[in-house]
């Protein structure tokens, strides 16, 4: 009986020629490289005295896999679909998010080791991390999202998190077998986005805002042309027309920075009818109001803990785009280019759910923006409301009948200030 140790070691060493002097890149060809995994460990297997039906033999060809392919002992959690994120404080303290519940695992790594998964996961992203650059966001080839800080920013070890997409719903409609929708308000939000009106989607951290901006672009129609801007890529778009493009870091020189702000003015030479912008932090909120108040739909996440402070966030964040820039110019700006506000937030019990939908009048009054509550949370769960959303005509125009969507005329008007 040959010894495991001895097997996978000769295993990794083959497999890692292979990669060297055949250009077998485990990224590039997945099913080949799997294939490749299963073969060198039968031969080395038998080679060594070993049994081909022998599972020991399975064991090692995973666990080479996972360590070369894969994310090695992270791998494990990766290939489980209840978990939503992943952590790593230290290397013997790693972490996941499970149904909104943090739990501390028993996986412990190296310091080197958590280099390599480093190094490994922003390989396909093209980014770096170095010291003149401590921080990196990238895209995993899964969908995942990776944020690395490295010393001397954190005080001894690398912190890597990274956030899984579970669920990926692809129309609204999905939102309400998972509970973050009521019928009538998947209904109303899908006839929303598809007459064109712009939606802003707020909440905190982990809230799920990025899901259900995914799921509100599935009610876009299939004749428009889709462009987003993003940070990293997260935006999933089931679309035939659509262009997705992410920001770019400045190269060792210096040189090659491609801004947020940027993007969003290049994709209005791209002939969208649609523009996506996966979150908002800071001056780009101007080029996204200005985008909107051209006559272009656009959506866009915010963090903000309500609809109301979602409000007040957009009319200070296009403040920092420049000093020649005048609240007396944004506010109106946000009242006229904003319809509707989706805030979404995470329950005690780790489910997420929307809390808020509020529509802008468009009308201000002594610097205050007025809101309509259309639906908002109640005893019952997902509540309508009096309020009524801007522009009935473009619901009309694309053949939805809106009074039937909301029946407002049970309800007393629901009007507030932000």
């Given at each position: 009986m040959p010894t495991s140790a001895q097997v996978r070691q000769d295993v990794e060493v083959g497999l890692r020629t292979a990669i060297r002097d055949a250009g077998l890149d485990p990224m590039v060809h997945p099913?080949?490289?799997?294939?490749?995994?299963?073969?060198?460990?039968?031969?080395?297997?038998?080679?060594?005295?070993?049994?081909?039906?022998?599972?020991?033999r399975a064991e090692i060809a995973r666990d080479v896999h996972q360590s070369v392919a894969g994310f090695g002992q992270l791998q494990q959690f990766f290939d489980?679909?209840?978990?939503?994120?992943?952590?790593?404080?230290?290397?013997?303290?790693?972490?996941?998010?499970?149904?909104?519940?943090?739990?501390?695992?028993?996986?412990?790594?190296?310091?080197?080791?958590?280099?390599?998964?480093?190094?490994?996961?922003?390989?396909?992203?093209?980014?770096?991390?170095?010291?003149s650059s401590p921080f990196v966001d990238a895209?995993?080839?899964?969908?995942?999202?990776?944020?690395?800080?490295?010393?001397?920013?954190?005080?001894?070890?690398?912190?890597?998190?990274?956030?899984?997409?579970?669920?990926?719903?692809?129309?609204?409609?999905?939102?309400?077998?998972?509970?973050?929708?009521?019928?009538?308000?998947?209904?109303f939000l899908h006839a929303a986005v598809a007459s064109g009106l712009n939606v802003l989607v707020s909440g905190g951290t982990q809230a799920g805002k990025t899901t259900l901006l995914n799921a509100l672009l599935g009610s876009i129609g299939a004749h428009e042309r889709v462009v987003s801007c993003e940070e990293v890529f997260e935006v999933r778009l089931s679309h035939v027309d659509w262009v997705a493009m992410q920001t770019r870091d400045a190269s060792l020189e210096g040189t090659g920075e491609v801004p947020l702000r940027r993007l969003i003015r290049e994709a209005l030479r791209m002939r969208p009818t649609r523009i996506v912008v996966g979150?908002?932090?800071?001056?780009?909120?101007?080029?996204?109001?200005?985008?909107?108040?051209?006559?272009?739909?656009?959506?866009?996440?915010?963090?903000?803990?309500?609809?109301?402070?979602a409000v007040m966030k957009l009319c200070t964040l296009?403040?920092?785009?420049?000093?020649?820039?005048?609240?007396?110019?944004?506010?109106?700006a946000v009242a006229s280019s904003v319809d509707l506000v989706v805030q979404i937030a995470m329950q005690r019990d780790g489910r997420r759910c929307v809390r808020e939908i509020t529509g802008?009048?468009?009308?201000?009054?002594?610097g205050v923006i007025e809101l309509a509550e259309i639906f908002t949370m109640g005893d019952a769960g997902l509540e309508r409301r009096g309020g009524m959303p801007p522009h009935a005509e473009r619901f009309a125009q694309a053949g939805f009948d809106l009074p039937a969507l909301l029946d407002p005329s049970r309800l007393p008007a629901a009007v507030g200030g932000a």
């Amino acid at each position: 009986m040959p010894t495991s140790a001895q097997v996978r070691q000769d295993v990794e060493v083959g497999l890692r020629t292979a990669i060297r002097d055949a250009g077998l890149d485990p990224m590039v060809h997945p099913d080949e490289f799997r294939a490749f995994v299963e073969r060198l460990t039968s031969e080395t297997w038998v080679h060594h005295g070993g049994d081909i039906a022998d599972r020991e033999r399975a064991e090692i060809a995973r666990d080479v896999h996972q360590s070369v392919a894969g994310f090695g002992q992270l791998q494990q959690f990766f290939d489980d679909p209840t978990i939503e994120e992943i952590w790593l404080n230290e290397p013997g303290r790693v972490f996941v998010a499970r149904h909104g519940r943090t739990e501390l695992t028993n996986a412990i790594l190296a310091e080197r080791e958590v280099r390599d998964l480093v190094e490994r996961m922003l390989r396909a992203s093209g980014r770096r991390i170095d010291l003149s650059s401590p921080f990196v966001d990238a895209v995993l080839p899964d969908g995942s999202r990776l944020h690395v800080v490295i010393p001397d920013i954190t005080r001894r070890h690398w912190a890597v998190n990274v956030r899984r997409f579970v669920a990926r719903p692809r129309q609204v409609s999905e939102l309400v077998a998972m509970g973050t929708l009521t019928d009538p308000a998947a209904a109303f939000l899908h006839a929303a986005v598809a007459s064109g009106l712009n939606v802003l989607v707020s909440g905190g951290t982990q809230a799920g805002k990025t899901t259900l901006l995914n799921a509100l672009l599935g009610s876009i129609g299939a004749h428009e042309r889709v462009v987003s801007c993003e940070e990293v890529f997260e935006v999933r778009l089931s679309h035939v027309d659509w262009v997705a493009m992410q920001t770019r870091d400045a190269s060792l020189e210096g040189t090659g920075e491609v801004p947020l702000r940027r993007l969003i003015r290049e994709a209005l030479r791209m002939r969208p009818t649609r523009i996506v912008v996966g979150e908002v932090r800071q001056g780009e909120a101007l080029d996204l109001l200005l985008a909107m108040n051209s006559g272009m739909p656009a959506m866009a996440t915010l963090h903000a803990n309500s609809a109301r402070e979602a409000v007040m966030k957009l009319c200070t964040l296009p403040l920092l785009a420049g000093q020649n820039i005048a609240a007396d110019f944004v506010v109106p700006a946000v009242a006229s280019s904003v319809d509707l506000v989706v805030q979404i937030a995470m329950q005690r019990d780790g489910r997420r759910c929307v809390r808020e939908i509020t529509g802008l009048s468009g009308r201000v009054e002594s610097g205050v923006i007025e809101l309509a509550e259309i639906f908002t949370m109640g005893d019952a769960g997902l509540e309508r409301r009096g309020g009524m959303p801007p522009h009935a005509e473009r619901f009309a125009q694309a053949g939805f009948d809106l009074p039937a969507l909301l029946d407002p005329s049970r309800l007393p008007a629901a009007v507030g200030g932000a």
